[in-house]
């Protein structure tokens, strides 16, 4: 029987380490996501059954420690060259079991990270400051990046055009300390999960200076620091959102993330991470929908034949297995690009924030096209939240939505390919 | 009547009836519906139910084909298609869910209900039930993908229940019918089940029933509205005269009003979901330097497209209402062009809102994903009526049988 493991990915680029992990990782999701995931829904407020899942992938298992460098008593996969395709794997496999707790897992131990911990930029002494929380404990532990804001929306991700302008939270230097005010929104791991935030800021308000560009990691516990309540969605419960308020919080200066243009060009490369993770979300949440469907397709009879082997039916499907293997192929591929600068360009390099989105991009376009005809083949049984393939087309829906959005990965894409000067 | 001005269709069908049922269910979504909508979402008990009691029954909407004097709507001519439209377009634009309800009630009740298929002598039994002060949902229970059980098929979907007749009655059985909506809550079931021959039939079957029995109700994506659960049928018997009709004809004629009522449904939904984006296009800034979300030309392009397809879906909508509505014009209901229309109408109208809706949630991100908002509850429930009402390669394969004229399949 064809299995998940039949669709296609350069497996050069795997190291005996990630295929260790990618192994442990399907595993320990087999038996502590999957049985319960269908529940999570009603547990999008509490988490009382999503929390002990984080518990043995990110505490017990150590899944968090895999960010920081080996001498922490991390797994040192940010300062290596191999971190990308390790994670991209990791996170595939959680993703088929919930794409949510992929998104929280990514952005929690890593994503925030990247800033601070990944080569040639590592900040040493903000490593040391930081690793005890996510290394020295089993409870699970997750950052955040505290980034869009109630005006703006997308307009902080669009850095090409808005160049920070549009930051409303503030940063301003009193003595040696930074004093921060503003008003986030959404951020993956908020609502109460984290207990540490790295928070997109400016030192002068509408200003389109890179240099006033400021990334600053903030302890969620400091005065100051408010979190709301976690927003109701249409999926995606295991990752908390909610809005986060900063009144007058207090951090040394040193909690800068680099500096003046530096922070602008590295979040940059943040959000080329964001986007190829992204696609190992849907990578994942794809290749357990073909398991779905391949199961109901075999059972489910139409014209007195199982429902596969109709040719109608069988051109559908067809379809969606050919955008799964396209989309793993280029989920792993991006992921190689930016664990080789030497041969690809800097991750914070237009370029490759441009191919990032469009990478994203296309994998979300065919991801939500393919789930929507899922369900139709299933008819009365597509919308069955005992299905479980309705749980993806509703979670991935919202992997398409983020880091700006189709537009803004639209327009980054025709600025970097057609040389667009005005959009 | 709104968004006449927007989305115009075809006024010269619509008559006083349709005025007046249409501001009471504007009214009635004021006062039930959208005051309630940010506190209780999708709550059933405190919210949906007794919204869909004033629906059905302070408000008449279960008993429109009954005569007026037994407190029935009166609407026994085919014209009651585009009153069905008119009312199924307002209340889903409030709530999709009850909206599908009552689109199945319809369905249903013009298969008895409606000229020239009127049964006065059905009517008048059931009058108690539908013009009395109780709601009564009825639910279709429509031939299926199959387990490999099925002894009888309806052009390759397999009869959920299989019926015998046996002194003058017909004795009913199956393990777990997937009814369209309400599998706990409906008081009547549109049962189909093949003849001997496999000539499709429906039975009206009340819901308490000797032998008949729901399960637990199974969580769904959405129609909260609807509280489902597959049936049991053991040994349910009926007599001959719950029997509504028999043969292909009829029963295509049933589907070409099921498809129309779920058209309405579903264009009512888009009507509710385009306010949602206006509001949100109006407002939202971008860029920071005062740009109104809607001027952007990328913005502008995909809201072209939005507005063009609730434009055609509505006048589609309607147009296939006014076809069932004048058989001496377009034929029977149940002949093969108008069952194709109809399911064209239908696959086109709900394919073109839910890629609405899916473009409005790009435009709105996570605005457009979170409860608050309201557009995802649209997304879900046109979702689950896409795919609840007829399975798409069934009613792709339908269609190509009259345009095509497809002999084997």
Not at chain 1, 367 to 381: C, F, K, Q, S, T
């Amino acid at each position: 029987m064809r299995t998940i493991d039949d669709f296609t990915r350069p497996i050069e680029y795997l190291s005996p380490f990630d295929r260790y992990l990618g192994d442990i990782v399907r595993t320990l999701v087999e038996k502590e996501v999957m049985p319960i995931r269908r529940g999570f829904d009603e547990d999008w407020e509490e988490h009382n059954t999503i929390e002990p899942a984080y518990r043995k992938i990110l505490g017990e298992m150590g899944m968090q420690r895999f960010f920081f460098p080996l001498d922490l008593g991390g797994l040192g996969l940010g300062p290596s060259d191999s971190g990308a395709v390790c994670g991209y794997h990791a996170l595939e496999e959680v993703s088929r079991a919930d794409s949510a707790m992929g998104v929280a897992v990514a952005v929690g131990v890593a994503w925030v990270l990247i800033i601070i911990a990944k080569e040639p930029h590592v900040n040493r002494r903000l490593c040391e400051e930081f690793a005890p929380m996510f290394c020295d404990t089993t409870e699970p532990f997750f950052a955040v990046n505290a980034m869009t804001e109630p005006q703006g929306g997308s307009d902080i991700e669009n850095m090409d055009v808005i160049k920070g302008s549009t930051i409303q939270t503030t940063a301003v230097l009193e003595g040696d300390e930074w004093v921060i005010n503003g008003h986030k929104l959404w951020p993956t791991n908020s609502g109460g999960v984290a207990g540490l935030f790295g928070v997109v800021c400016t030192t002068n308000p509408g200003s389109t200076d890179p240099n006033d560009f400021a990334f600053i990691f903030v302890p969620a516990d400091l005065p100051g620091v408010t979190q709301g309540k976690p927003y109701q969605k249409a999926g995606m419960a295991a990752d908390k959102n909610s809005d986060i308020w900063f009144e007058n919080v207090r951090v040394p200066e040193w909690y800068r993330a680099h500096g003046p243009g530096e922070d602008f060009k590295y979040f940059k490369e943040m959000v080329s991470w964001g986007n190829v993770l992204s696609i190992a979300f849907v990578g994942g949440a794809m290749m357990n929908v073909f398991e779905l469907l391949r199961d109901f397709c075999s059972e489910k009879t139409y014209r007195g034949k199982p429902l596969k082997e109709n040719d109608d039916v069988a051109g559908v499907l067809a379809d969606i297995a050919t955008d799964i293997d396209i989309i793993r192929i280029v989920g792993y591929q991006a992921a190689r690009m930016l664990d080789r600068p030497n041969l690809y360009g800097p991750g914070w390099s237009d370029e490759m924030v441009a191919k990032a989105r469009a990478y994203k991009y296309f994998a979300c376009d065919r991801a939500v096209e393919d789930l929507g005809r899922a369900l139709n083949i299933m008819g009365p049984h597509g919308s069955d939240r005992i299905q479980d393939v309705e749980k993806h087309w509703r979670d991935l829906k919202i992997v398409q939505l983020w880091l700006g959005g189709k537009q803004l990965a639209q327009m980054e894409t025709a600025r970097w390919f057609y040389e667009c000067e005005t959009l | 009547m709104r968004y006449q001005e927007l989305f115009p269709m075809p006024v010269e069908w619509i008559e006083d009836v349709d005025e007046s049922m249409a501001a009471a269910v504007a009214g009635w979504a004021e006062r039930e519906v959208s005051p309630g909508r940010l506190e209780h979402r999708e709550d059933y008990d405190d919210f949906l139910l007794p919204a869909i009691r004033k629906l059905l029954v302070d408000i008449g909407c279960q008993a429109m084909p009954w005569p007026e004097d037994t407190g029935g709507g009166g609407l026994t001519t085919p014209n009651a298609a585009v009153t069905f439209a008119v009312i199924l377009e307002q209340v889903a634009s409030a709530d999709t869910g009850i909206g599908f309800l009552l689109a199945n009630t319809f369905s249903l009740q013009s298969t008895f209900g409606i000229e020239p298929h009127r049964d006065d002598k059905l009517l008048s039994e059931l009058a108690p039930a539908f013009c009395g002060g109780r709601e009564a949902v009825c639910s279709l229970v429509l031939p299926s993908y199959g387990d490999g059980s099925s002894e009888k098929s309806f052009y390759g979907l397999g009869y959920q229940v299989a019926a015998a007749q046996e002194n003058g009655q017909w004795v009913m059985n199956a393990g777990g019918a997937r009814p369209q909506c309400s599998g706990a809550t409906a008081s009547f079931f549109g049962v189909a089940f093949g003849l001997e021959d496999g000539t499709p039939a429906i039975a009206l079957v009340p819901s308490d029933a000797g032998g008949l029995s729901a399960g637990e109700p199974f969580k769904k994506t959405g129609l909260a509205a609807s509280i489902n659960a597959d049936l049991a049928f053991k040994d349910v018997r009926v007599n001959d005269s719950n029997v509504v009709l028999t043969g292909e004809d009829r029963y295509r004629e049933l589907l070409s009003w099921y498809y129309m009522c779920c058209s309405a449904v579903c264009s009512g939904a888009m009507l509710a979901s385009y306010e949602i984006l206006k509001e949100w296009g109006d407002t939202r800034v971008i860029k920071g330097k005062g740009q109104v979300f809607k001027e952007n030309p990328l913005v502008a392009a995909l809201m072209g497209e939005i507005g063009g397809r609730a434009a055609t879906s509505r006048i589609l909508t309607y147009d296939l209402a006014r076809m069932l509505s004048r058989p001496d014009i377009y034929g029977p209901a149940g002949g093969q062009a108008v069952y194709a229309t109809a399911t064209a109408v239908f696959k086109h109208v709900s394919r073109a809102v839910m890629k609405s809706i899916d473009n409005a949630m790009e435009l709105m991100a996570s605005a457009g994903y979170a409860t608050e908002w309201n557009l995802e509850r649209y997304w879900r429930d046109v979702k689950t009526i896409e795919t609840y009402v007829v399975p798409e390669t069934a009613a792709l394969t339908d269609m190509a049988r009259h345009y095509f004229d497809l002999k084997r399949l």
